[in-house]
């Protein structure tokens, strides 16, 4: 019986990914990607690493993917429950040919807010924050009756843009300042203004700080809220916002909440807070504020009420303000278009 003809393949495009396929054997790739530390983002941090590994000839099975994202989660969530600024570093590499296969590496990097704010005050030209006080701060102020009888704290003065003003125009004024590089300017700018500034050096919700209890007309946090985490955080500044404000008395933050019926998901939670920029809503505040007896009295747009009150020459107050206050350094959206935008909340403490 004569043997069957031999059959070859010769269709061109068959024979390409034939050939394609034998590629990852001689191909060699490494690679280093950061990733921020927001946990809601792990679905797509592994879809994307898992299209990255398979376009260097790798393509991992469902098992392998599914082990990948396990430990990745791991790192995201270690990440984000310890500092704003954490990021999970990916290393990566092809195996030594002729495998096929790929070896990966996940490692945290943090810092603390601290050194974020050194690394600021080192490689960032003054003034940091501005060089005016907020309209409303000096408005505010301005409402309480004789300045000599309006004891005023400025916690997260910075180098002292709302502390300085204030001080010159006679309010009794205290400041709270965590960092110490911007503690450190901050009792530079008050000597050099000759002017009596009270500085309590470390964190406000230390009770130990020594900050007088009772004793405050008002109390400011402008651009605070927006690095706090959490719910948690806000409460615990409320609670420790009623034992130093005086009955009757006055708080002034600003905070970044939603617009237009807007309902933040997970991950406008997370990132805004990444990006410093954390999204609460109003409910929240309300809630926070009452349970220590502050009701809130007053809200306002702080993008709109700041430049009907700035010297126009001079707007806006830094090259960032504008996008930041309307809430599109968390949505890459036109300016006018983002569901959240920072307001001014005042609240009076119960008498």
Known sequence: ?????????????????SMLRRVPKRLYASGHLTLPCVPALLDHYTEMLAKLFALHGRTFAPEEIEHMRGLLADKLNEGFATARNAYVHVDFQTDEPPK???????????STIQEEYEHWVQTRTPPLFGSRPDGKVMELAGSLGPPGSAPVLDIGAGTGRNTLPLARAGFPTHAVEFSPSLAQILRENVEKAALTVTLFEGDFLNAELGVPKAHYALVILCEVVSDFRDEAAVQGMFARA???????????????????????????????????????????????????????????????????????AAWPPTGWFEEWTRGVDTFDLPISRAPVEMRWLVWKKSG
Do not use: C
């Not at 019986?1 to 990914?17: H, N």
């Not at 009757?248 to 970044?256: D, K, Q, W």
């Open 1 to 17: 019986m004569p043997p069957k003809p031999a059959t070859f393949e010769l269709d061109a495009q068959v024979l390409r990914q």
């Open 100 to 110: 096929t296969s790929l070896s990966y590496k996940f490692y945290l990097q943090t």
């Open 242 to 312: 009623a034992e130093v404000v005086r009955p009757n008395g006055l708080l002034l933050f600003n905070a970044f909440l939603p617009v237009g019926g807007y309902q933040p998901d997970l991950l406008a939670r997370q990132l805004s807070f990444v990006l410093w920029s954390t999204i609460f809503t109003r409910d929240e505040l309300r809630a926070a504020g009452a349970a220590h007896g502050f009701v809130l009295v007053s809200e306002e747009p702080v993008y709109e009420f700041e430049k009907e009150r700035y010297p126009a």
